[in-house]
Each structure stands twice: as C-alpha cells, then as structure tokens.
C-alpha cells in the first residue's frame, strides 16, 4: 500500500544550522503539507503546497521556514537558521484533493540544541 | 477560528469494554472530519474520514459519528484490546479551501489486559 515516507527519522543539530527534512508523498497526491508537534502539544499546521506554489502558510511558518518540491517525488521543508523552539516531531502529509483522506508520513525528530 | 477540543484527555479500560472518545469543534462549516491514531513518538495513522454529507462511518471495531449542526463527532471503539492502547487525534479542516487540517490536543487511551 502507498504511504508518505520521511527522512531522517531523527535530526540533531546545532542552533543556528541549517536543516533539510525530506518527505516522498504518495505517487498521485497533488496537495502537500508540513505540520509539526512539539512534545505534549497539538499537532500544527505549517504549510500547504500545490501546483508548485504554497497556498497557505501559518503564523509559524516565518521567512526561516521555506518548502521545494524539486523534482516529481520530493517535499522538502529547509529551516535555514534553527532555533531551540524548533525542536519539533515534523510530518508530511499528503491527499489527492482537499476534501479527501490525508496521509501522513512517520515523522522526522528534530532537535536542536 | 476553528477550535478543536478532545475529551477527555486520557482513559483507562479494561480490555473487552466498550468506549466513546468525544471530539468538539467551534465551526460548523466543515466539509469533512477525520480521525487519527498515535502510538508513542511515531506518526500519524488515518482511521477514518467522514464526510459533512454522512452522519456515520465504520471500519472493523471502530465507528465514528458526526453531527454537524452541534459540532460534535465521536469514535465508538468496539471490545476494546491492548493493541488499541494509543492517542486518538481528531481533527477538522480549517478556513480557507487548502485542506489544511485543526487538530485537537487527543485521547490518550490505555487498554488494561
């Protein structure tokens, strides 16, 4: 069965690093998201993309935050200059269309110290 | 602004009882709802989506409901098992067509064998 898969499981970094999650959405999904969970939080809403563009960006989501799906299989969320705040559980998510069922993907632990 | 509360917080069965896990949200105009399951650290598992048109959705042990005008949905978990031991999310689209999904903070459920 397809399913969103995300590398790494786990980010260590350094505060003021930069960091690439990567995240292969489901073949035929067109809309994609990034949301993120801090530990014994809600889980958040960062982004949507589609049709190569981002639809919809949170309070969250700052000039720090950028998102590129460089090729036909790919999603990726950059932090360019991280923050201990950003110490997160991030997913990836994807759907065919915005009404339908969305899938989301392991996760990728990042911590920054 | 869409708000999405989960009660309760947490809950303790004995394993074969029958359980309710409730969830709330502030604004009505939703088109569908969906709930997830979490196991500790790990990603997200979609149990069930279902749709503003429907007002029931069933898979295996698992029923969800969804009353619209009172802005309410429940997950009824049928003779319950020590494998169902996890945190069940629900979670609404948000304003705006993008599918971005307003998580409630969850149920965390422990099944006693």
């Known amino acids: 069965e397809p399913e969103v898969t995300q590398t790494p499981s786990h980010q260590v970094t350094q505060m003021g690093q930069e960091v690439i999650l990567r995240c292969v959405p489901i073949?035929?999904?067109?809309?994609f998201y990034w949301y993120r969970q801090i530990l014994g939080q809600k889980v958040e809403f960062l982004v949507s993309?589609?049709?190569?563009?981002?639809?919809?960006k949170s309070e969250i989501f700052d000039d720090q935050f950028s998102v590129e799906r460089p090729d036909g299989s790919n999603f990726t969320l950059k932090i360019r200059s991280t923050k201990l705040e950003d110490s997160a559980m991030y997913f990836c998510?994807?759907?065919?269309?915005?009404?339908?069922?969305?899938?989301f993907g392991p996760g990728t632990r990042l911590t920054v110290l | 602004k869409q708000e999405v509360t989960q009660i309760p917080a947490a809950l303790s069965v004995p394993e074969g009882e029958n359980l309710v896990l409730n969830c709330s949200f502030t604004?009505?105009?939703?088109?569908?709802l969906q709930w997830f399951r979490q196991d500790p650290g790990k990603g997200l598992t979609s149990l069930l989506l279902?749709?503003?048109?429907?007002r029931e959705q069933t898979s295996g042990r698992l029923n969800a409901s969804l009353d619209k005008s009172s802005g309410r949905s429940t997950l009824y978990i049928a003779a319950s098992q020590p494998g169902d031991s996890a945190t069940y999310l629900c979670?609404?689209?948000?304003?705006?067509?993008?599918?971005?999904?307003?998580f409630g903070q969850g149920t965390t459920l422990q099944v006693k064998p």
């Open positions: 998510a994807s759907t065919k269309d915005v009404d339908n069922e969305q899938f």
């Open positions: 073949s035929n999904h067109l809309y």
């Open positions: 993309f589609y049709n190569n563009e981002i639809s919809e």
């Open positions: 604004d009505s105009a939703i088109y569908n």
């Open positions: 279902i749709q503003s048109s429907q």
């Open positions: 979670a609404v689209p948000g304003f705006g067509n993008t599918g971005k999904l307003i």
